[in-house]
């Protein structure tokens, strides 16, 4: 029913169009000889008007199949164009030319001039009769959505806002007018975009938004830098406004800058900084053809290094994570993007030692990359020695699996809070390294090791949880008003672990380039603000005090540690510590006895093995000393 009543206005559309049409044809004929004779009826020749009426109703049958021809009476004129204006001037000008050759045949004597002024009479009643449609339909919407849709701003007079303005006035779906345009370049200011005037440069954003009632601000500059894009947002954050932003350069390379593109403008658009970019097809190749194992693939990390290894042809790829819900979802994604990719997902616990092994054995794997571990500092805290099993022995066992049977590569992924730790979740982590460090010594296989700080948007980052307490109405909670951390997004973070893998020949700790730490009073006062909130007033932020084993600041490089360069300047190399490597080995043993008992004293233990991992009560003892010291 619903199909029968499309084709019904279909058809009464276009039998309206060709009425039109006809009308065109008419009027056309008569004007051009008017206009020859100088508007002046009673002087054209009887014979003159007796050919046109003899060859009326042939022309008006050519016309209209030279109109369906060229699909006059197909295409949708409210979304009419340049293309559509093409095929009016080229179709009514072969109709013309039919009607020359037609009316010379049959002898009907007719003014030169006639012609010309035929043709262009078609032409422009062909373009009036298309565009005045489009022109009504889109005067009675805007008036529509005027009274009733969002007030927009633009940010960047260029192609991208060209593209934009145009899909926001076309569409029948999106209720927006686009009230202004902001661009720096002095040559656009006062100049238009569809009828839209360029007001000002960036720092005319506040007044105008004031004047024009604006809801909502669009950045549409694709291929400016993020530090750019970070100074329109920190202005554009004040106004309250609903912000969105078009991604990236490469929309407008393949011709997909369109509303669907816009995202909302998001904190990493406020870390100031460019993205890490990564020729990862440059430097892959050492996957390529190989079986490829990670741990905790289903994991933040985890899932992203599957995903970029994935991308480069691996022999086989192995997931293994303990949490299935994870490990299924990537396994679904991997399986939908790349169907001809060998995949085998695991459930299993890097504890096990026989079930690690059982893998190792029975897929062989060329590279390990080795994410699975216990994260959360404050619930490592309450549960240290869970934290020494899964990540200390967890990846023991994994180290030894890898050493037996002769894995070539194995990359450990490890964190900031290594170094000098002041959580359990730390100093394990720090384990983790010295094992990879004393097992490269004794093994074929090449341990090395990755270092850098938070993610944003992983599974227990501060950005998830900032989110959720906005959506809740507050309050958010930060530990400290002067607590800093380094900041990268996931795919920058595997980038470069991948390509750190490359670089690897065996016992490096490769610390990553985090850029600048972020304050995180700042992360979540801009966070509320993106959310169209006044922090402090409409969102409460509310100070917890630092959490157990949490630091102000966190740091990439023990001070025993050297730097040296790698290719990438973002990727550097810190030289390994010596440390007695057979007494290790013995104080892992008994850690592993004391945890598998659950020992009350297994930070002493882990303190005795990290030296530089200060715990809470030698904390307490070491702020009570200051305390005394400054007071005498």
Same mark, same amino acid.
């Given at each position: 029913m619903l199909?029968?009543?499309?084709?019904?206005?279909?058809l009464i559309?276009?039998?309206?169009? $060709?009425?039109?049409?006809?009308?065109?044809?008419c009027l056309s004929?008569?004007?051009?000889?008017?206009?020859?004779?100088d508007?002046?009826?009673?002087?054209?020749?009887?014979?003159?008007?007796?050919?046109?009426?003899?060859y009326?109703?042939?022309?008006?049958?050519?016309?209209?199949?030279?109109?369906?021809?060229f699909?006059?009476?197909?295409?949708?004129?409210?979304?009419a164009? $340049?293309?559509?204006?093409?095929?009016?001037?080229?179709?009514?000008?072969?109709?013309? $030319?039919v009607?020359?050759v037609?009316?010379n045949?049959?002898?009907?004597?007719?003014p030169?001039?006639?012609?010309?002024?035929?043709a262009?009479?078609?032409?422009?009643?062909?373009?009036?009769s298309?565009?005045?449609?489009?022109?009504?339909r889109?005067?009675?919407?805007?008036?529509g959505?005027?009274?009733?849709?969002?007030?927009?701003?633009?940010?960047?007079?260029?192609?991208a806002?060209?593209? $934009?303005?145009?899909e926001l006035?076309?569409s029948t779906?999106?209720?927006?007018?686009?009230?202004?345009?902001?661009?720096d370049a002095e040559?656009?200011?006062?100049?238009?975009?569809? !009828?839209?005037?360029v007001v000002?440069?960036?720092?005319?954003?506040?007044d105008n938004?004031?004047?024009?009632?604006?809801?909502?601000?669009?950045?549409?500059?694709?291929?400016?830098s993020?530090?750019?894009?970070?100074?329109?947002?920190?202005?554009?954050?004040e106004?309250?406004?609903?912000?969105?932003?078009?991604p990236?350069?490469?929309?407008l390379?393949?011709?997909?800058?369109?509303?669907?593109?816009?995202?909302?403008?998001?904190?990493?658009?406020?870390?100031?900084r460019?993205?890490?970019?990564?020729?990862?097809?440059?430097?892959?190749?050492?996957?390529? !053809?190989?079986?490829v194992?990670?741990?905790?693939?289903?994991?933040?990390?985890?899932s992203?290094?599957?995903?970029?290894?994935?991308?480069?042809?691996p022999?086989q790829?192995?997931?293994?994570?303990?949490?299935?819900?994870n490990?299924?979802?990537? #396994?679904?994604?991997?399986?939908?993007r790349?169907p001809?990719?060998?995949?085998v997902?695991l459930?299993?616990?890097v504890?096990?030692?026989?079930r690690m092994?059982?893998?190792?054995?029975?897929?062989?794997?060329?590279?390990?990359?080795?994410a699975?571990?216990?994260?959360?500092?404050?619930?490592?805290?309450?549960?240290?020695?869970?934290?020494?099993?899964?990540?200390?022995?967890?990846?023991l066992k994994?180290v030894?699996a890898?050493?037996?049977?002769g894995?070539e590569?194995?990359?450990?992924?490890?964190?900031?809070?290594?170094v000098?730790?002041?959580?359990?979740?730390?100093?394990?982590?720090?384990i983790c390294?010295?094992?990879?460090?004393?097992y490269n010594?004794c093994?074929k296989?090449?341990?090395?090791?990755?270092?850098?700080?938070?993610?944003?948007?992983?599974?227990?980052?501060?950005i998830?949880l900032?989110?959720? #307490?906005?959506?809740a109405g507050?309050?958010?909670?930060?530990?400290?008003?002067?607590?800093?951390?380094?900041?990268?997004?996931?795919?920058?973070?595997?980038?470069?672990?991948?390509q750190a893998?490359?670089?690897?020949?065996?016992?490096?700790?490769f610390i990553?380039?985090?850029?600048?730490?972020?304050?995180?009073l700042?992360?979540a006062?801009?966070?509320?603000?993106?959310s169209?909130?006044?922090?402090?007033?409409?969102?409460?932020i509310?100070f917890?005090?630092?959490r157990a084993?949490?630091?102000?600041?966190?740091?990439l490089?023990l001070?025993?540690?050297?730097?040296?360069?790698?290719?990438?300047?973002?990727i550097?190399?810190? #030289?390994?510590?010596n440390?007695?490597?057979?007494?290790?080995y013995?104080?892992?043993e008994?850690?592993y006895h004391?945890?598998t008992?659950?020992?009350?004293?297994?930070?002493?233990m882990?303190?005795d093995?990290?030296?530089t991992?200060?715990?809470?009560?030698?904390?307490?003892?070491?702020?009570?000393a200051?305390?005394?010291?400054s007071d005498?």
């Amino acid at each position: 029913m619903l199909q029968y009543i499309k084709d019904k206005q279909l058809l009464i559309r276009r039998v309206f169009l $060709i009425l039109i049409d006809v009308c065109a044809i008419c009027l056309s004929s008569g004007l051009a000889l008017l206009i020859r004779f100088d508007f002046n009826y009673k002087s054209i020749e009887l014979r003159y008007l007796d050919s046109i009426w003899e060859y009326m109703p042939i022309n008006i049958v050519t016309v209209l199949l030279t109109y369906y021809f060229f699909k006059l009476y197909h295409s949708l004129w409210i979304y009419a164009g $340049i293309s559509e204006l093409e095929k009016i001037v080229v179709a009514s000008l072969s109709a013309s $030319i039919v009607q020359f050759v037609g009316m010379n045949i049959l002898g009907l004597p007719i003014p030169r001039s006639y012609y010309f002024m035929y043709a262009a009479f078609l032409v422009f009643f062909t373009i009036a009769s298309r565009f005045t449609y489009r022109l009504l339909r889109m005067k009675l919407r805007k008036r529509g959505i005027e009274t009733t849709g969002e007030n927009v701003m633009i940010i960047g007079a260029g192609e991208a806002a060209n593209m $934009i303005i145009k899909e926001l006035l076309n569409s029948t779906h999106i209720h927006k007018t686009v009230k202004c345009i902001i661009d720096d370049a002095e040559d656009k200011a006062g100049r238009y975009i569809h !009828g839209i005037r360029v007001v000002g440069n960036r720092n005319t954003i506040l007044d105008n938004v004031e004047r024009f009632n604006i809801d909502e601000i669009i950045i549409a500059m694709p291929s400016v830098s993020r530090k750019v894009i970070s100074e329109i947002v920190s202005i554009c954050k004040e106004t309250g406004c609903k912000l969105n932003i078009l991604p990236g350069i490469y929309q407008l390379v393949n011709g997909e800058v369109s509303t669907a593109q816009l995202r909302s403008v998001d904190v990493e658009d406020l870390l100031g900084r460019d993205p890490i970019s990564v020729d990862l097809d440059s430097i892959m190749s050492y996957v390529k !053809g190989k079986v490829v194992l990670v741990t905790g693939g289903g994991g933040s990390i985890g899932s992203e290094l599957c995903r970029q290894i994935a991308s480069h042809k691996p022999k086989q790829l192995i997931i293994v994570d303990i949490y299935e819900n994870n490990a299924y979802d990537i #396994q679904q994604e991997l399986q939908r993007r790349y169907p001809d990719l060998d995949l085998v997902t695991l459930i299993a616990s890097v504890r096990n030692t026989m079930r690690m092994d059982k893998i190792f054995d029975e897929y062989r794997p060329n590279i390990v990359y080795h994410a699975a571990a216990h994260k959360h500092v404050p619930l490592m805290e309450d549960s240290p020695n869970e934290a020494v099993k899964n990540n200390v022995f967890g990846t023991l066992k994994t180290v030894q699996a890898s050493d037996r049977y002769g894995v070539e590569k194995f990359v450990l992924i490890s964190t900031d809070k290594a170094v000098n730790p002041t959580n359990i979740m730390g100093a394990t982590k720090r384990i983790c390294e010295m094992i990879i460090q004393a097992y490269n010594k004794c093994s074929k296989t090449d341990y090395v090791a990755v270092r850098f700080g938070n993610v944003l948007g992983s599974n227990g980052s501060v950005i998830p949880l900032f989110k959720k #307490q906005i959506e809740a109405g507050g309050p958010v909670t930060v530990t400290h008003p002067d607590i800093i951390r380094y900041f990268m997004t996931i795919p920058e973070a595997v980038s470069l672990v991948l390509q750190a893998g490359a670089y690897a020949k065996g016992g490096e700790i490769f610390i990553l380039d985090m850029g600048e730490p972020v304050k995180i009073l700042d992360l979540a006062k801009n966070l509320i603000r993106l959310s169209g909130y006044v922090p402090g007033e409409d969102i409460e932020i509310k100070f917890m005090g630092l959490r157990a084993g949490e630091k102000l600041f966190e740091e990439l490089l023990l001070e025993e540690e050297g730097l040296m360069e790698t290719q990438n300047s973002k990727i550097h190399i810190g #030289q390994p510590i010596n440390f007695d490597e057979e007494k290790f080995y013995l104080q892992l043993e008994e850690l592993y006895h004391a945890c598998t008992e659950e020992s009350d004293y297994i930070r002493e233990m882990v303190s005795d093995i990290v030296g530089t991992y200060i715990y809470k009560s030698e904390l307490k003892e070491e702020v009570a000393a200051t305390t005394y010291e400054s007071d005498h």
